[in-house]
């Protein structure tokens, strides 16, 4: 029999595992998977787990992910690659050879070099990041009730990352207090939130929040102190708790190695129309890609799925098409089971695209790992996580 193909996929995240559950259990490929993290993390979830829903949601064991596959799980990181070799060196410092490569690094939180606020400000990248920030609304809802003026949290950032965070705060307050005392202010540096999204998308999320939440429009922030957000041209703003959504860039590998990967201005590799470098063995997909609407769960997967097929075909002595990307359906909460969806042409608001919200991303979750392990993980967001003792009574 002849020697396997053996292909390396570094990066655990949607589009790597996309392309991990196309090739898996197949006679002619060996697939191994490098990825430094015991669970994939679901980010599209990060915003209900800091905002009360149980972390299960978010955190998804690699084994529940490859139990039914013939994959090998490497849990290493990669520190660089070779392309003329055909190798990859790893942190742990064993290397490993491969016939063909697909990168899909992800991407990083970016600050633009905003003084103070990397320091002042929590994120939302990582379930870590999502623990923390619940443990800060929950402290600040608990001793901010007795108060008479409200708690102020401010969202710097009017992307979805942003809205959905946002708007989950007010109902998270309610859960910790009994009411929804709480002032929340999304400020966003473009003319209008959702910039990437329609006009008419950005005008029914507005309404849609209605007035539980302050959207400030044209506000550029250009510096963080302690409770304080300096705006440029504009009062600065007093906080209690400040959440940067305003910025990701691609993981920085490929702006290290200008010598191996020629970069956009985001930092994204740039691929030709079969998601290749200039090195005809790899394959860059993902945030990590300069790929039309890449930065979605639905782009990464999509990205996998080409990548898989290209391979299987190049297997066969076949050509393959090149790649084309379709538009996502973007679904942005708009508050505890809300939602503001694409449903075609159509926009769906409220329970109708809360419902449709729930079906993406159950989807998404169904591309990548068994239909059972989707489920039960996906289903689990339905549930509080067990942290509401009433620590906080009505005097
Ligand atoms: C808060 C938040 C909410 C989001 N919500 C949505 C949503 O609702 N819908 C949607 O479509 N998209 C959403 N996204 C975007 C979506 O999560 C990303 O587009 C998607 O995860 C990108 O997939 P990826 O495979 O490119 O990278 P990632 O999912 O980022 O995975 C990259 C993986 O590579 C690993 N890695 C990095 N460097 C190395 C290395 N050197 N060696 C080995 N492994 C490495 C990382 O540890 C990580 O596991 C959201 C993002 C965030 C931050």
Partial sequence: MSRKHKHIIVGGGFGGLRVARLLANRDDVDVIIVNPQ?????????????NGTSPLETVIPYREIFADTNIEYRQDFMIDIDLKAKRIKLLSGNSLD??????ALGYEPEYFGIPGMREFSKTLYSLADAL????SLKYLAEISFHKSTPARVIVAGGGPTGIEVAAAIPYFFELITGDRRVEVTVIEAQQRILGALTEEFSRTVEKSLGSAISIRCGQKVIRA?????????????????VVWTA??????????RPDLFEVDRKGRAIVDQHLQPTDKAAYVIGDSAAVQYSGTAHAAIEMGGYVAHKISNDLAGKESSVFEPTEPAYAVPTDHVSAVAMDGPKLLAGGQGWE????????ALTLIMPEAAARSHWLSGESLANMFSPTVKRI
């Fill in 132 to 135: 923390e920030l619940r443990r």
């Fill in 38 to 50: 015991a669970n994939f993390e679901y980010h599209g979830s990060l915003y209900r787990s800091a």
């Fill in 98 to 103: 491969y016939d063909t490569v697909t990168l």
């Fill in 356 to 363: 449709l919200r729930r079906k993406l991303d159950l989807e």
């Fill in 225 to 241: 102190t302690k409770q304080m957000l300096h705006i440029a041209d504009g009062p600065s703003m007093p906080f209690d708790i």
């Fill in 247 to 256: 910025g990701s860039s691609a993981n920085s590998y490929f702006r290290q």
